[in-house]
């Protein structure tokens, strides 16, 4: 995982985490509310149900005092109430029993008899004298109707009254009217009777304004207020609202916060003179506990949920810090803290995928190997480690360097020109120099340098940093150069010998050397009268191998004598097949390397091949270089007439293209002279014309010492006939046929002989 994707992965989960919190807030918060509203819900209910019940029981009672005063009503007759001395003394007799503040009947005229309570009777005495709030009730019972006085206070016991009124009815007539007042604080006993929602809150009885009627000995609430809306009932702000909503005597459901806790409230309309109930539910004291809890709880969830991110985000960085060491040691070189290769073939892939013009340098330390076996390794590495130094300094943008082993270091420079690649690794090497002499001023150590540039705009890494190192190999050899550009040709080159010299010999042990034949022509008559064996090396895929790639290499590592030999064999075995097909053989030269010649058992070795093949010695003319002659001509016309008496031909073969003289012709016991391709160019070229005259005195020379001669690279009629016309005796080139396979060869040439 590479530190892109971890970061990215830490993002997911963060993401993830932040959501998970998220929407674990959301569901705490969720419950919180619902639990409440559900806790509010079913205590609204409780409280609905509740007032409901004393709303009965207030009605119950004023029902039951209707009654009471109907009961006595029913007793009333014309008599009764016409003899006003008992009638009166009744009333009072009625009114301690009922219980009433006062009892009162009034007849058609509205004067009546009046009993109240510790006050005695009055027995004349106009309902008008009667507190205001009582004359509709006593009114509307004139007119038949029953009905609850408002409250009001009484003049004569402190407290406050309500009063009823009834129709009285006296053989199916109108008679009077029977009236009955009661202190409001009958209700206490309704009120304060009962445990209120069993136990868990409490009621009070209030007017339209607010005002308390009856007060619970239960409230929670301490002050001696007169109005609800002086409490902390309401908030301040509501109540304008809820005075409103109370004359319109709607019920109104809410709480309040008193000494810390949240008390759930229910004013309740009573039916009856705009009064209403106000129903405390004292029960959130213990259900409030619950809160506490839940949001505890969300906030542990929470706090949960932050840990796991923590040590997420802790693991994501502990991982990333492990991947980053990581990334660290597989592309940085621990020595010097450079990068290294890998990283190195990485960034340069990179680059040479966006197509960027760019070099390659190999940088390496002359006998690196012995700085540190003399030196010691310690001062090795501190070199190394300034070698890295001065590269940080010098790499430019977008550059980048890195160390592979020991002291080889590669550097990517965004340059293709080579004068600027020179210019700038001179100037790196010299820095590193200028630096490490300090340290033994006794040593100058000594860089060199291989580049590559990718100028063919080349997207592959590994071509590229094969070029390096072979340029720097290249470096390394040359003393003169310490900065090698990479070259192509060159490298062909070398790849070619380098193949062919660990191909050889498996390319003649599985006869990848074939011998190709060139016949060689009488300029006179025009017939065959030899061939020349040439090598050819045709490799296992087809493709062939010219022997000029081949021969000079196989001359220096000394292979070229196992091929001549080869060849030789091959021109015997072919002349063999010749004869015993009963065709005329043709004599076949064979190309004879220096070395050959300085072998001991070299005669030894040709003449027991044409015993072998039963041949006679002169079909085959042994080819040497004039430079053989060079130097010691005693010893090789030794070599040549002990051949010879072997019965070889021997032919100097090249004439003209080296050092020759003319003095080798007299001096050497050659059976041939092979005129080397370059006489011919430059005598059918014809501005030389003292080149002709050299070429003719040579063949006058040959023919008076009894030479025969061949003219190398007759390639046209032309050529033919100034050959012919100088007197040489034989042609060879291209004019007749180019070298080819043997059973070609055999093919055109042995066919027609026979
Ligand atoms: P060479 O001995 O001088 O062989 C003649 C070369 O000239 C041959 O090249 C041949 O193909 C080429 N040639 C022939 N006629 C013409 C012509 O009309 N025009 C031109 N331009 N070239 C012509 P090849 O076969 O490539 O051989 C090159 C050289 O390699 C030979 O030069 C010879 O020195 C050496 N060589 C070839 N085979 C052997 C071998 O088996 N052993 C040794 N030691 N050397 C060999
Ligand atoms: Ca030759
Ligand atoms: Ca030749």
């Known amino acids: 995982m590479n530190e892109k994707m971890t970061r990215l992965q830490i993002k997911k989960m963060v993401k993830l985490i932040i959501g998970v919190v998220f929407i674990m807030v959301i569901i705490t918060g969720f419950l919180i509310y619902s639990l409440s509203q559900t806790m509010n819900d079913s205590a609204r209910k409780q409280m609905t149900i509740e007032t409901e019940e004393y709303k009965n029981r207030i009605n119950k009672q004023i029902e039951s005092d209707f009654q009471s005063l109907d009961t006595l009503a029913s007793f009333f007759t014309s008599e009764m109430i016409e003899d006003r001395d008992s009638f009166a003394r009744r009333l009072d007799t009625s009114n301690k029993q009922n ?17 109240t309570l510790g006050l005695g009777v009055k027995k004349n005495m106009s309902y008008k004298d009667l507190n205001e709030a009582v004359h509709p009730v006593i009114e509307k019972a004139f007119e038949g109707e029953k009905s609850v006085s408002r409250l009001f206070k009484s003049d004569a016991i402190d407290g406050r009254v309500f009063a009823y009124a009834i129709p009285v009815y006296i053989d199916g007539e109108l008679s009077g009217v029977l009236m009955a007042s009661d202190q409001i604080e009958i209700f206490s006993d309704i009120i304060n009777g009962n445990t209120v929602l069993g ?10 304004e607010g005002n308390f009627l009856v007060r619970s000995q239960n409230s929670v609430v301490k002050e001696k207020i007169s109005n609800i809306f002086d409490g902390p009932y309401f908030d301040p702000d509501e109540v304008d609202v809820l005075k409103q909503e109370m004359k319109d005597q709607k019920k109104v459901f809410s709480s309040f916060m008193y ?45 949960v949920a932050l840990i796991i991110l923590f040590l997420l985000i802790y693991g994501f960085r502990m991982v990333q810090r492990n991947n980053r060491e990581l990334w660290h040691r597989a592309y940085h070189d621990s020595l010097t803290g450079a990068k290294n290769l890998p990283y190195f073939n990485q960034e340069l892939a990179k680059r040479l995928m966006e197509g960027r013009k760019l070099s390659v340098a190999a940088l390496n330390i002359h006998q690196f190997k012995f700085i540190n076996e003399i030196f010691g390794r310690e001062y090795g590495d501190t070199l190394l480690r300034e ?31 080579r004068e600027q690649i020179l210019t700038r690794l001179q100037d790196i090497m010299s820095a590193i120099v200028n630096i490490s002499s300090h340290h033994h001023n006794n040593y100058q150590i000594l860089l060199y340098c291989g580049v590559a540039s990718n100028e063919e705009n080349n997207k592959d890494v590994t071509p590229l940093m094969t070029h390096v190192m072979f340029a720097l190999t290249t470096a390394k050899g040359s003393y003169q150069n310490n900065v090698w550009f990479y070259d192509s040709d060159l490298h062909e080159k070398e790849k070619k010998e380098n193949y062919v010299e660990s191909h050889m010999h498996q390319a003649l042990r599985d006869g990848e050397f074939q011998f190709y034949l060139q016949p060689k022509v009488d300029l006179r008559t025009g017939q065959l009268k030899g061939a020349e064996a040439l090598v050819r090396w045709v490799k296992a895929d087809g493709s062939m191998i010219y022997p000029d790639e081949f021969i000079p290499l196989f001359e220096q590592n000394g292979f070229c004598t196992k091929l001549d030999r080869y060849m030789v064999e091959c021109a015997c075995r072919q002349i063999r097949q010749w004869m015993n097909e009963g065709t005329e053989p043709v004599g076949i030269s064979v190309n004879q390397s220096k070395l050959l010649f300085y072998e001991n058992d070299y005669i030894t070795t040709l003449t027991n091949l044409i015993q072998k093949y039963d041949i006679p010695g002169n079909l085959i003319t042994l080819e040497i270089l004039e430079g053989l002659a060079a130097d010691h001509v005693d010893e090789l016309n030794h070599k040549i007439s002990l051949l010879q008496e072997q019965g070889f031909r021997i032919s100097m073969d090249d004439f003209g293209s080296g050092y020759s003289s003319l003095n080798i012709l007299g001096n050497l016991h050659i059976d041939e002279l092979k005129l080397d391709r370059g006489f011919l160019m430059e005598v059918s070229d014809g501005r030389d014309a003292r080149a002709r005259i050299i070429m003719e005195q040579i063949v006058q020379l040959t023919r008076r010492l009894q030479i025969s001669t061949v003219v190398e690279g007759v390639e046209t009629e032309e050529n033919e006939k100034l050959c012919s016309d100088m007197g040489c005796d034989l042609g060879q080139g291209y004019y007749y046929s180019r070298p080819i396979p043997r059973e070609e060869f055999n093919r055109k040439y042995m066919e027609q002989v026979q």
């Open 99 to 115: 219980n009433f503040r006062t009892m009162a009947f009034f007849y058609g005229n509205g004067s009546g008899i009046v009993s």
């Open 199 to 208: 136990g868990n809150g409490y009621l009070h009885m209030v007017g339209t």
């Open 387 to 417: 070698v890295k130094e001065v590269l940080d300094q010098k790499m430019r943008e977008g550059e980048f360097f890195a160390r592979d082993k020991a002291d080889l270091f590669y550097l990517c420079l965004l340059d293709t020109d």
């Open 259 to 303: 000494e810390g806790e949240r008390y759930q409230v229910l004013l309740d309309p009573v039916g009856l003179n705009g009064w209403y109930l106000l129903c405390v539910d004292t029960l959130q004291d213990s259900n409030s506990s619950i809160y506490p809890v839940l949001g505890i709880m969300g906030v542990a969830l929470v706090g």
